[in-house]
């Protein structure tokens, strides 16, 4: 992975170590050579001791010398070696060997006589032994290399595994699958494997020893460069290294200069399939989600399938990171009916036809709906009668906002209440409004609009619930509240513009050395927001003072981005500050250092769900908020900026505007 090397690209396929037919082949070629040269050098040690002697009698001399350096080498598995990576751990095999073989035939000519023409005959034995028996493996591996092969079979890779049990079981024998297929796919040949358990250490999987736990790894490879058998490639084939297990083994690939690669998924393996039905293994590169710290939170899927199932569903936004991803996941749970709305004609269209392809019995809907259309949203909401709304939808890039604030607004307050409205109107269950970090203590126009749509939905939830004194409303929607950081992958965030950046060799540009930011995988992300939707909407009695509470997913602990932009450039093979170079270029218009999740006056409660906390409600009327939304609505269609953001920040006394991109301090 890391140093000089040119990374694997995905997609190339591996073929297993020999068949267990061909590897007794190999070792039977190399008993005969050996055999052979061991022979060869009796007559030979011979004339070096004394030139005058007879070399050739007595005649036995010449089987016997073979048949010790045979005997000898069993104990070194001499006749397993491969030739093509002889190094120098194998050439002190062959010394050892060459050793033993020469004190069995001094002791069996002590025994017969006329074997040793002069005392120093043992040591010159043992000589020839190394040097007939040593050269040609060098020899063959020099050839290989002149002739512009790697020191293996054509484009054979080195490699080793990391991991144990079931999982380096199933990959070795999904290779050895592969290597049975026959053609010119290229290869494996495994040094050995890693476990995670010191327990396994010495045992052998395949054939394969295991040369150390997952600690070992810096010690194990300073012996295998020692031997020069150092590995191109780690691969981790279990799914269970990640986080900062899997950071450390990336470092340690690093230092040696290896690329790191992640084997397919166990349950992508099949090595039942007939040869001619085998595909080539696929190696993935380590994704930057594989470095999230993050363990499995355990989840209420039988939950979410009673609050989706046979039930007419909305997604707005559906064509974004979210939305989509919630147009997937709720598919697969079975609902009545779909109703995908988004104003991106193109992102619609591609979803829309991937759950066709995917969830071809889910019947669907996709609609252009512009959310700042009040009339629109109604007639639609009318005539499909959704009972969930998941709102996604909202302009969401802090600097694109700052620039058109007004549209921003627009969108992400008063079309979150022309949502809210239209989904009241036609009876809807419940409406649950994807909300973000930066609404708290927000210092961007964007920040703020989702504030300000937080507080229109808790309004209404309080007043559905019979919150803050007031009678609970039979039969009136609920409105749940997700908030939560960054996304990884999501469009317009930090890695895929790396992406892209390393992609053109750089610079990585990062806005401040000190920037941190909650992050989390869109699936994790969106399970979550199902799971705080199966407590808001379903019949869950909350703890005294929540109603109209936000939930807020547990995003761990935040991360550096200079440091996940040095994450990447070490996970495509280079060096940061060496091969691609990280440039600071400040903070941008609404921009802040730290994201936080829970504003000053809303201490986190737990739900008695991993993952999932709620941020004590801030309790506003509906009818205020509402017509303080009509205000800034107003001042909007008529273009007056100055007086929205004035409204907004009379509304969200924490707004403080950072419109510059100057440093601020994180408030409580």
């Known amino acids: 992975m890391i140093g000089r090397r040119v990374c694997l690209p995905p997609g190339v396929g591996y073929r297993a170590p020999m068949p267990a037919t061909r590897s007794l082949i190999r070792i039977g070629v190399n008993v005969a050579l050996d055999g052979l040269l061991a022979a060869a050098a009796v007559p030979v040690a011979r004339w070096i001791a004394d030139p005058t002697a007879p070399i050739l009698h007595p005649a036995w001399m010449i089987p016997a010398g073979a048949a010790c350096l045979l005997i000898a080498g069993l104990p070194f598995r001499l006749s397993q070696q491969y030739w093509r990576f002889a190094g120098i751990g194998d050439l002190l095999t062959v010394a050892a060997s060459s050793a033993v073989a020469a004190a069995l035939f001094a002791l069996l000519g002590a025994v017969a006589g006329g074997a040793s023409p002069n005392p120093t005959f043992p040591l010159i034995h043992a000589l020839s032994l190394l040097v007939l028996l040593g050269a040609p493996r060098v020899a063959y591996r020099q050839m290989l290399i002149r002739a512009g092969l790697r020191p293996n079979e054509g484009q054979v890779t080195s490699v080793l595994l990391v991991g144990e049990g079931e999982d380096a079981d199933l990959f070795l024998r999904a290779l050895a699958q592969n290597g049975r297929s026959g053609g010119r796919r290229p290869s494996f040949h495994v040094e050995g494997l890693l476990a995670l358990s010191p327990r396994q250490v010495g045992r052998r999987i395949q054939g394969h020893t295991i040369l150390g736990a997952i ?103 559906a064509g974004g990171t979210i939305g989509s991803e919630l147009a997937r996941q709720v598919a697969a749970f079975g609902p009545a009916a779909l109703m995908l709305a988004d104003n991106g004609e193109y992102a619609l269209w591609q979803i829309d036809l991937e759950l066709a392809e995917s969830h071809p019995a889910v019947p669907r809907q996709a609609m252009l709906v512009d959310i700042r259309d009040e009339a629109r949203v109604r007639a639609v909401f009318e005539v499909f009668r959704p009972e969930l709304v998941f709102h996604a939808a909202a302009l969401k890039h802090v ?134 939707s199966v407590l808001g909407v379903g019949d869950v009695t909350l703890p005294s003072g929540l109603d109209g509470g936000i939930f807020v997913l547990d995003m761990g602990e935040p991360v550096k981005i200079v440091d996940l932009a040095r994450q990447m450039i070490r996970l495509a093979g280079l060096h940061p500050d060496v091969d691609v170079e990280i440039r600071f270029t400040g903070l941008r218009p609404g921009e802040k250092l730290f994201e936080e999740l829970f504003h000053g006056k809303e201490p986190p409660v737990p739900t008695g769900y991993a993952g999932l906390l709620m941020a004590m409600p801030r309790t506003a009327d509906p009818a205020i908020v509402g017509r303080a939304i009509d205000e800034i609505a107003s001042a909007c269609r008529n273009g007056q900026s100055r007086q929205a953001l004035a409204l907004l920040s009379r509304l969200i006394p924490e707004f403080e505007h950072n419109a510059d991109g100057s440093v601020g301090e994180v408030r409580a």
């Open 215 to 317: 600690g070992d790894l810096p010690a194990v490879l300073a012996r295998l460069q020692q031997e020069e058998r150092l590995p191109d490639t780690l691969v981790i084939a279990t799914p269970d290294l990640s986080g900062n297990a899997l950071a450390s083994v990336m470092e340690q690939a690093e230092r040696f200069g290896l690329s790191l690669r992640r084997a397919p998924r166990p349950t992508t393996l099949d090595p039942a399939l007939p040869a001619g039905r085998s595909r080539p293994l696929e190696l993935k590169p380590v994704a930057i989600e594989d470095l999230l710290n993050r363990a499995q939170v355990p989840l209420d899927r039988d939950g979410m399938a009673r609050l989706i199932q046979g039930r007419r569903v909305v997604v707005t936004g």
């Open 399 to 532: 600097p694109m906002v700052e620039a058109n604030p007004l549209e921003g607004l627009m969108t992400n307050v008063v079309g979150t209440r022309h949502v809210a409205d239209a989904a009241r109107a036609v009876g809807t269950l419940a409406m649950v409004l994807i909300s973000t970090d930066k609404a708290v203590n927000p210092t961007s126009v964007m920040g703020a609009s989702k504030r300000l749509a937080e507080m229109y939905c808790q309004a209404l939830d309080l007043a559905a619930r019979g919150g803050g004194g007031r009678p609970a409303q039979s039969g009136a929607m609920r409105c749940v509240t997700v908030r939560f950081g960054n996304v990884l992958g999501s469009t317009g965030s930090v890695v895929p513009l790396f992406q892209r950046q390393l992609a053109r060799g750089g610079p990585l540009t990062v806005t401040h050395p000190d920037m941190r930011r909650y992050f989390m995988t869109v699936r994790e992300a969106v399970s979550l927001v199902l799971q705080a």
